[in-house]
């Protein structure tokens, strides 16, 4: 609270409200207007991002509903970014979605076909959706369209992960800078943003919960592909909460063919639910204490949230209150165990300690 406020509820004023969001279109327009005018204004968060979709080092601009003729019509993207580095200049066009909104494969396929007669390096999507791996895309589109463009995602949980990095852990270069992002940073946490993180297992979650219960969970049941690919997007959601939290890129490592293979990835996950009524991930976090030479298992049995969302007895939140306190209590005071130094065989010891005793 400011200094000079004349009691605790008086309400700061904030560079970006939520005050007044209405219909989804605007609380679009909003959030996409809050984005563009933070990463013009603080730039190592506006790097960080372009990192992420391949941009070079650079002057960055960004420009909100830009207009484009296609076919004598005219289409207007949410966003367009452009970063300069010398005589490069890098162009994405990019399209947004808040709430529960979702991605529409003819409009990403009408971008695509203007960044490739405009002569754009990519067409960017952004919405709540989490895609299970890194690199891949939850809209598919006709594939020629990509020859020339390329097509990258992002969720809001990644934009406000690279502004809690940035503002926690990497630092900005002036106090206005580090204002201006942690007003974002409160802009996008507010409920009303439209801008959320993961919080539903999907509504498959409580019919295969209780089949996996009772043991009666089968592989080729219609609905555990849903709730296996629910998982796989709060593993991915894990693990950008723990990056912005450490300040270290946190990542689920996997067998190589499980990696590169989204279908084999998702099997994985379906059988072993429903073989052993388990869903489990590894996370891999730089500077804790890794396997050395012989390995144990510790673990900590805490109890489940049966709600498919909210926050209050569900699953989501059960697991991400779970893994906090796992690696706050547990993991982050675990050292590695260090190999002993070659030693000197003793009879050299004790000739050289007597030697030096002579002299």
């Not at 130094?341 to 050299?348: I, V």
Request: hydrophobic fraction near 45%; include cysteine; charged fraction near 20%.
């Amino acid at each position: 609270m400011p200094a000079l406020a004349g009691g605790t509820n008086w309400p700061a004023a904030r560079l970006f409200s939520v005050a007044g969001v209405g219909a989804a279109e605007e609380q679009e327009k909003r959030a996409t207007s809050a984005l563009l005018a933070t990463m013009y204004a603080v730039r190592p968060f506006a790097r960080g991002i372009v990192a992420r979709l391949g941009a070079p080092a650079g002057t960055v601009e960004t420009f909100a509903e830009v207009q484009f003729e296609l076919a004598d019509r005219k289409v207007i993207p949410d966003g367009v970014i452009r970063v300069a580095r010398g005589s490069r200049l890098w162009m994405c066009l990019l399209e947004v979605k808040t709430g529960t909104s979702q991605l529409r494969r003819d409009q990403v396929e009408k971008y695509l076909d203007v960044a490739r007669i405009r002569g754009y390096d990519v067409v960017v999507t952004l919405s709540n959706e989490i895609a299970p791996g890194a690199g891949e895309h939850p809209v598919d589109v006709d594939k020629r369209k990509l020859r020339k463009v390329g097509m990258l995602h992002l969720s809001w949980a990644e934009i406000l992960q690279e502004a809690r990095m940035v503002l926690t852990h990497r630092g900005v270069e002036t106090p206005v800078q580090a204002w201006i992002l942690a007003e974002f940073i409160k802009y996008l946490e507010h409920p009303r943003s439209g801008a959320s993180g993961f919080d539903d297992m999907g509504a498959a979650w409580a019919t295969v919960r209780d089949a996996a219960v009772a043991g009666t969970l089968r592989a080729a049941d219609r609905k555990v592909p849903a709730v296996a690919d629910a998982w796989l997007r709060l593993v991915r959601f894990l693990c950008l909460h723990l990056t912005a939290e450490l300040g270290v890129t946190v990542t689920s490592p996997l067998p190589r063919r499980l990696a590169v293979d989204p279908a084999a990835r998702q099997a994985a996950v379906v059988s072993k639910l429903a073989v052993d009524g388990v869903l489990d991930a590894t996370l891999k976090i730089p500077g804790a204490a890794g396997l050395v030479i012989t390995t144990f298992k510790l673990s900590r049995s805490t109890p489940m949230g049966a709600r498919r969302s909210g926050v209050r007895g569900a699953f989501v939140h059960s697991v991400i209150t779970a893994l906090d306190a796992f690696y706050g209590t547990v993991v982050q005071g675990l050292k590695p165990w260090p190999s002993p130094a070659p030693q000197l065989p003793e009879e050299t010891v004790s000739e050289a300690a007597a030697l030096d005793d002579l002299t």
